[in-house]
């Protein structure tokens, strides 16, 4: 098998980073749906504690 060699220099062309120990990481795009989740996650928990509340009173259990 014959080596590979790549213009540009030594490096390992396992990153896009500025270069070892920059403390930066890559931006994946997967900030904008918490924008989206979060709201989303609080309305169902609420609707789930509206119908639990709902479904307790219909069967006359009181607390």
Do not use: I, N, Q
Not at 39 to 58: H, K, N
């Amino acid at each position: 098998m014959t080596p590979v060699t790549h213009p540009g220099g030594t490096g390992t062309g396992t990153g896009t980073g500025t270069g070892p120990g920059s403390g930066e990481l890559a931006e994946t795009g997967g900030g904008g749906a918490l924008g989206v989740a979060v709201p989303l996650a609080g309305g169902m928990l609420l609707a789930g504690a509206v119908l639990y509340r709902r479904a307790r009173g219909a069967h006359g259990d009181a607390v």
